[in-house]
């Protein structure tokens, strides 16, 4: 089964940074890409970035550059750089896998999540 570990959320205060991590295991990680999402109470799931396995990225235009999505493929690990970190940033961050075919919404394999808490 696909396997995911999840780390780097935690409370940080506005303007800070935070790094997550995904590690991924169960599968052929070259073959997959990683997608980065996010949901806030109240709010639908969020695209935040997608990394595929020849390191093309894509992110939700609304971060404004301030997310970096990274992958280690020796470790099957995939990475989100988050700087200047707002308190509307705040949610449960997850990270997905699927099939280098798959589109933003097709992600099938799913991880617990991490919380990220953004005081201002």
């Known amino acids: 089964q696909v396997q995911f570990v999840e780390s780097g959320g935690g409370s940080v205060q506005a303007g800070g940074s935070l790094r997550l991590s995904c590690e991924v295991s169960?599968?052929?990680?070259?073959?997959?890409?990683v997608g980065w999402f996010r949901q806030a109470p109240g709010k639908e799931r969020e695209e935040v970035a997608t990394?595929?396995?020849?390191?093309?990225?894509q992110y939700a235009r609304n971060l404004q550059g301030r997310f970096t999505i990274s992958q280690d493929n020796g470790k099957n690990t995939a990475y989100l750089q988050m700087n200047s970190l707002k308190p509307e940033d705040t949610a449960m961050y997850f990270c997905?896998?699927?099939?280098?075919?798959?589109?933003?919404?097709?992600?099938?394999?799913w991880g617990q999540g991490t919380q990220v808490t953004v005081s201002s």
């Open positions: 997905a896998t699927e099939g280098c075919r798959a589109t933003w919404s097709d992600f099938g394999y």
């Open positions: 169960g599968y052929n990680y070259q073959l997959y890409c």
């Open positions: 990394i595929d396995n020849y390191d093309r990225t």
